[in-house]
T-cell receptor, first 112, second 116 residues
Framework: KQEVTQIPAALSVPEGENLVLNCSFTDSAIYNLQWFRQDPGKGLTSLLL?????REQTSGRLNASLDKSSGRSTLYIAASQPGDSATYLC???????????FGAGTRLAVHP | SAVISQKPSRDICQRGTSLTIQCQVDSQVTMMFWYRQQPGQSLTLIAT?????????ESGFVIDKFPISRPNLTFSTLTVSNMSPEDSSIYLC?????????????FGPGTRLTVL
């Protein structure tokens, strides 16, 4: 059974820092991995999608890497801003049709 | 991407009643998904809804409790039946869209349900 773990559970940093959020999964047979952002009480915003054959994806200040063999992904946020404060969720698709299996998330607070 | 709307955005209901949540997408999609996010928890898939066929439910979720309709390729409903306080959650629908990097999933804004 696929399980997704995210570390740390919470993170508080001053503005301007570069951040690394970690995601690990137990079964390396994934189809893809997706990073989302969730603001309090809101839905999910897709940030980056990495196919199983890819090593990384970039969008603006965000860079996500994937090491499928070791069951790990990292989300790198450069020059963090208070507007980046949110919960970041990692999810993988594995085991057939496109069911997303989510980690518990990393709650990020960036203070001025 | 995909533009997804949900109605209602939130509701407060009495135990024993039922609530139907609507999900509308801006273009046709094959698969729609319904997720539940309990307070302080991450998301769990309830069921997958394909147009023209019965929904496929995940372990722990049953059709009598969460009936789903999928009348066309842009719309779906999820009903939470005979509600109890344990059903208080955010319910989200999502769709899958093929893109340059593969099949990406996009989520609606969610329906926040409180059961008293």
């Amino acid at each position: 059974k696929q399980e997704v773990t995210q570390i740390p559970a919470a993170l508080s940093v001053p503005e301007g820092e570069n951040l690394v959020l970690n995601c690990s999964f137990t079964d390396s047979a994934i189809y893809n991995l997706q990073w989302f952002r969730q603001d309090p009480g809101k839905g999910l915003t897709s940030l980056l999608l990495i196919q199983s054959s890819q090593r990384e994806q970039t969008s603006g200040r965000l860079n996500a890497s994937l090491d499928k063999s070791s069951g790990r992904s990292t989300l790198y946020i450069a020059a963090s801003q208070p507007g980046d404060s949110a919960t970041y969720l990692c999810a993988v698709v594995s085991g057939g049709y496109n069911k997303l299996i989510f980690g518990a998330g990393t709650r990020l607070a960036v203070h001025p | 991407s995909a533009v997804i709307s949900q109605k209602p955005s939130r509701d407060i209901c009495q135990r024993g009643t039922s609530l139907t949540i609507q999900c509308q997408v801006d273009s046709q999609v094959t698969m729609m998904f319904w997720y539940r996010q309990q307070p302080g928890q991450s998301l769990t898939l309830i069921a997958t809804a394909n147009q023209g066929s019965e929904a496929t439910y995940e372990s722990g979720f049953v059709i009598d409790k969460f009936p789903i309709s999928r009348p066309n390729l842009t719309f779906s409903t999820l009903t939470v039946s005979n509600m109890s306080p344990e059903d208080s959650s955010i319910y989200l629908c999502s769709v899958e869209r093929p893109g340059g990097a593969g099949d990406e999933q996009f989520f609606g804004p969610g329906t926040r349900l409180t059961v008293l």
